[in-house]
């Protein structure tokens, strides 16, 4: 199975930027679909950005998109999010998380996708 590790959560005040770091065990198959998911208190889980390590594929929830950015390191098998431009409302615990095979537009963001997941990492934006 691949184990996730998440890395770079932390406190930023409003605007500021963040980096998580994904890092991911050997791959077993060739492409996997890496995504970015978190969770704020008293709310579900939802997608925020997912990444194929095949063809580098990437899907953004629309709160996110032009302030986040995910990126990948094949050589490390590492997945990056990049996060500018941060908001209260980005403040959640924010998880790695991974399926064998590309990431598909109709289901990136659906947290009953991922069959891998790492223990979250805490980003809090005041």
């Known amino acids: 199975d691949v184990q996730l590790v998440e890395s770079g959560g932390g406190s930023v005040q409003a605007g500021g930027s963040l980096r998580l770091t994904c890092a991911a065990s050997?791959?077993?198959?060739?492409?996997?679909?890496l995504g970015w998911l978190r969770q704020a208190p008293g709310k579900e889980r939802e997608g925020v950005a997912s990444i194929s390590t095949g063809d580098s594929r990437t899907y953004y929830a629309d709160s996110v998109k032009g302030r986040f950015t995910i990126s990948q390191d094949n050589a490390k098998n590492t997945v990056y999010l990049q996060m500018n431009s941060l908001k209260p409302g980005d403040t959640a615990i924010y998880y790695c998380?991974?399926?064998?095979?590309?990431?598909?537009?109709?289901?990136?963001?659906?947290?009953?996708?991922?069959?891998?997941w790492g223990q979250g990492t805490q980003v809090t934006v005041s």
């Open positions: 998380a991974a399926h064998r095979y590309d990431c598909y537009a109709g289901s990136w963001s659906y947290v009953s996708s991922y069959v891998h």
């Open positions: 050997a791959y077993t198959y060739s492409s996997y679909c």
